[in-house]
């Protein structure tokens, strides 16, 4: 007897709180499937809104019938190689398997319908009664799950209370850690939040347009075509910035025009912004100037 329970404590607690929740989904998928199926359909998709808890305890009744009561084990337990077992290692009795039934059938169900049913009585003897007794119920949730971080026996309050815990159905599990693995997720971590605290603190605009600036430059000195004594005179039809017809044409006292948008946004986002081509600095916003069509034509 001392061996056998000596083998239960192998049982990894990570492994029994991920039964719990791949249980969850599993219930959780197939209230979906059953939601998404009747969509198309107005009046049977709004029963099933309405009576969503009576559908989801019926599911659960299923998957305790065909599962906790035939095999002492949830899917998910079983998946993982786990089963219920009684307090000396034996298998459940009847009154332990039909307490497991009734709380993992009714208790979410009998919660959600008692706090419905009590939302329009916020200051009834009623609503205090129920809300004192959910404020123990957490409060022995949260010693229990103490007690089980520790222990590794009891998942939650009512395993405890029924006498029942996990057993691994796999005699040759042994408790091995990839500590290879556990050290390539700390380390892309603590990567990932280094990042996230350095990227807000860099000006990625302003880098974007300094290697804009040289990407045009590049494509300038290889475009000569256009220039006065190595200065490129206005031309009218191509924003220096995106390289398009520019759109409500703006300068900033250099030769060289650009859109609204372009050099509005650019400013905006690194106010040391320059002329790409010819390093014009922008002092101020009023530098900003409207291109003078009829100027630049006398000129």
Known sequence: MAEGSSHTSTVLRV????????????????????????????????VIEEWHPEFDMIIKAFIWKYFVYTH?????????????????????????????????????????????????????TVRRIVNGVELMLKFLSLVNFTLFLRGGRYRNVSERVLGVFHHSTDTTLQRQVSFEFLNREVLWTTLFELLAFILPLINLRKINNRLCSLATLLYRHGNSAGTVDGVKTMNFAECC????????????????????????????????????????????????QTVDFNCHRDT
Not at 34 to 39: A, E, F, G
Not at 78 to 98: E, F
Not at 272 to 278: A, D, E, Q, R, V
């Open 15 to 46: 492994i029994q709180l991920d039964a719990a929740e791949y249980d969850d989904d599993i219930v959780g998928y197939i209230s979906g499937l059953l939601q998404k199926s009747t969509s198309s359909f107005p009046p049977v998709f709004g």
């Open 241 to 288: 910035v995106c390289l398009q017809r520019p759109t409500h044409p703006r300068h900033i006292g250099c030769q060289h025009v650009f859109c609204y948008y372009c050099i509005q946004g650019n400013y905006i986002a690194d106010t040391s912004y320059s002329c790409p081509l010819c390093g014009q600095k922008i002092q101020s916003p009023t530098q900003i």
């Open 72 to 124: 002492s084990a949830s899917p998910a337990q079983r998946m993982l190689k786990l089963k219920y077992v009684s307090a000396d290692n034996t298998p459940l009795s009847t009154l332990q398997t039909y307490g497991l039934g009734l709380i993992m059938v009714c208790g979410d169900w009998f919660k959600h319908r008692v706090m419905q049913s009590i939302t329009d009585q916020p200051h009834s």
